[in-house]
């Protein structure tokens, strides 16, 4: 209001010498006008004079009774207007007993809903003014008066009385009620009583608080004391509508305290932190899960021992060995119980597979003493009850095994060995389900299609049709990947595929289109047809089939006679030209176990390879052959084929870009 009376000279002064301007223009008009629009412009001047000054007064009023301003002021933002009479001029100076008040908010409800008391006094008009004290109500009129004592006696007994938004009553009151505390020194009496004119008029519940918090401060008896501590948590200010500021807003128990119907001892348990949040919790189940868990866990350690009389131990270290114990000490409640969260988070990090596990060493900031002390008293027992609770962790959710596998692209693994390690031959059908599984689950990891290689490998010597569609598939994705990887099946397990060159020429059409096309399911079902006999259609002409056997009568005569004369005389076989089976004798010292028939040169080779640490250079191999009158690939390829069967179906020696390498696990398989 007082910024727009201090514009309002500002615009009549513009408008003055607008007018001032107009009446110059007007002396070229006619000299008649210029008298009358001069008087004119003065009035005007001496009106804006006038007008400046008062409001310069009212300023100098204002400074003076800076804390009656400020009261009525907020009364005049929030208080309805009641009806357009004058307002009653109040020319009396403020008494000593106006309360600054300050934007603290107070819990000044009733417990039990309060219904109106109905009665047949209404409450006179009281126009809005302002209120210093008690004193006021010398300006109230005789009715106003008399229905002022009608309300303090109703109120003193405990009645709410509605005084359809008339506040003079109830800031009257409201100093009524304070002075009289001054005589009789009831704090309990005088809560109640601000209690019950919150309700009547709800404008009064800033300045009772603030007033009801200075008495409590002052006195000395317990529950003065427990009630002041009390009436400081912002959190019961918030809740019952006197802030509009939550302290926990971002914290996990009011932010899921809806969602997941929490009580209110988990809500508890979760505000005493704030929402942690990184890469693991972004995922909602995660989080969900995680909260669970904490406060399960929590609810188990409560049973056992008593968490106040720990805390109090660890708040005595600190006492002893920090210098601003205050600033650390309102913090330390909040950080015990985050080092407890961090670690049930580690702990379902573990049975999701999800292994990078974060710090829970957050004390450290106190001191290293404060942290180990901590471990001891708590830390060490809290990871026993998630070892022993750790089957009560539900399993994550499809969505949430999508989010983590992207992720960790490697997490995949575990399950795909947890396959392998289950499969039988009559129950393939489960090796299967669970890779169309993984399938689904790592649809956003960036590596899917290593699944599948993999996969292809693995059932290769169980089912052909599904080793080649799962080679099929790793192709389908790797073009998606950022890198066309494009991996070949080893030579090993090509043998074990195809049986024939037409075989292998059409699954590398099939494969040659995939790249082109894309089209997936276009190739899975080729794909079943290769292995299908493919019969050619053959058509006799029967003209032809005469004239050859016109044309060779005699010729077929003639070799009638030569069979019959060879049956007559039975084959004698000659032992100077009979072939014997050349077979590859193992030497005695041999280093592998004697199911492994292999030979001198290749054991050579494998040693090799070995004394270099696993890998060769495929160049040098190349040379190694070549001294031994052998091919390269000829030479691998005996080594893999000798150790196949042994190592089911897996290769010993694979290719790895310019290099040959040996598997380590492979090898100890293989030697004695």
Request: aromatic letters at 12%; proline letters at 3%.
């Amino acid at each position: 209001m007082a910024k727009n009376n201090d514009s309002l000279p500002t615009i009549l002064i513009l408008l003055g010498f607008v007018v001032f301007i107009i009446a110059k223009l007007v002396e070229f008009i006619g000299e008649n006008i210029v008298p009358i629009l001069t008087i004119l412009g003065f009035g005007l001047g001496f009106f804006f004079i006038y007008h400046i000054l008062e409001q310069r007064n009212k300023k100098i009023t204002e400074k003076e009774h800076t804390s009656d301003y400020f009261m009525q002021e907020h009364i005049d933002k929030e208080q309805v207007v009641l009806a357009p009479h004058e307002k009653q001029i109040v020319n009396k100076q403020p008494d000593e007993t106006i309360i600054d008040i300050n934007n603290e908010n107070f819990d000044l409800t009733i417990e039990k809903p309060i219904i109106p008391t109905v009665t047949s006094m209404k409450p006179p008009y009281w126009s809005h003014a302002y209120v210093y004290s008690y004193d006021d109500i010398k300006y109230a009129t005789p009715e106003q008066k008399k229905y002022y004592t009608y309300l303090k006696e109703k109120v003193s007994t405990g009645e709410f009385i509605d005084i359809e938004g008339y506040t003079n009553y109830a800031f009257i009151l409201y100093f009524d009620f304070l002075n009289e505390y001054q005589n009789h020194g009831d704090i309990k009496l005088l809560e109640e009583q601000f209690k019950l004119i919150g309700q009547i008029c709800p404008k009064t519940k800033k300045y009772t608080f603030q007033i009801l918090m200075d008495e409590l401060s002052k006195r000395k008896d317990i529950y003065s004391i427990e009630k002041f501590r009390s009436l400081e948590d912002p959190l019961f200010r918030f809740e019952n509508s006197y802030s509009e500021y939550n302290p926990y807003a971002y914290k996990l128990g009011s932010l899921y305290k809806d969602k997941l119907k929490l009580n209110k001892n988990e809500i508890d348990l979760l505000n005493k932190i704030w929402n942690n949040s990184n890469v693991f919790l972004s995922i909602n189940d995660c989080l969900i899960e995680v909260m669970r868990m904490y406060c399960f866990i929590l609810k188990e350690f409560e049973k056992k021992l008593e968490v106040d009389n720990i805390i109090n131990k660890i708040t005595e270290v600190i006492n002893k060995e920090l210098i601003r114990k205050k600033d650390y000490f309102e913090s330390f409640e909040s950080d015990i119980y985050l080092n407890i969260f961090k670690k049930t988070e580690n702990a379902v990090r573990v049975v999701y597979g999800h292994n990078r596990k974060i710090s829970d060493e957050n004390l450290l900031k106190y001191s290293t003493r404060v942290q180990t002390n901590f471990n001891k008293l708590i830390g060490e027992f809290i990871d026993k009850l998630l070892i022993e609770n750790e089957k009560n962790i539900k399993k994550p959710s499809k969505e949430a095994q999508i989010e983590l596998n992207a992720q960790n692209v490697s997490r995949w693994k575990s399950d795909f060995n947890k396959l392998k390690d289950s499969f039988k031959k009559e129950d393939k059908y489960n090796f299967f389900d669970g890779i169309i599984n993984l399938e689904e689950t790592n649809k956003k990891n960036p590596n899917i299609e290593n699944i599948f290689f993999e996969a292809s490998k693995f059932i290769a010597k169980f089912d052909n049709v599904q080793s080649l569609k799962y080679y099929a598939k790793y192709i389908y994705y790797d073009l998606k990947s950022k890198k066309f990887d494009n991996k070949k099946l080893t030579k090993t397990v090509q043998k074990s595929l195809f049986k024939t060159d037409e075989q292998i020429n059409d699954f590398k059409k099939i494969i040659a289109e995939l790249i082109e096309t894309s089209d997936i399911q276009k190739s899975l079902n080729e794909i079943a047809e290769i292995y299908i006999p493919k019969r050619k259609e053959i058509k006799l002409d029967k003209l032809i089939i005469k004239e050859v056997e016109q044309k060779h009568d005699g010729t077929v005569e003639l070799l009638n006679e030569y069979l019959e004369t060879e049956i007559k005389e039975p084959f004698k076989p000659n032992s100077e030209n009979e072939e014997t089976e050349i077979s590859v004798v193992p030497a005695n010292n041999s280093i592998f176990i004697p199911k492994i028939s292999i030979g001198k040169i290749q054991e050579e080779l494998i040693t090799k390879i070995v004394s270099n640490s696993f890998e060769i250079n495929q160049n040098e191999v190349a040379n190694f052959a070549t001294q031994n009158g052998l091919f390269k690939n000829q030479l691998i390829d005996s080594i893999n084929e000798a150790c196949e069967e042994y190592l089911e179906g897996e290769v010993l020696i694979e290719e790895d870009d310019e290099n040959y390498v040996i598997e380590k696990s492979y090898y100890k398989e293989i030697v004695l």
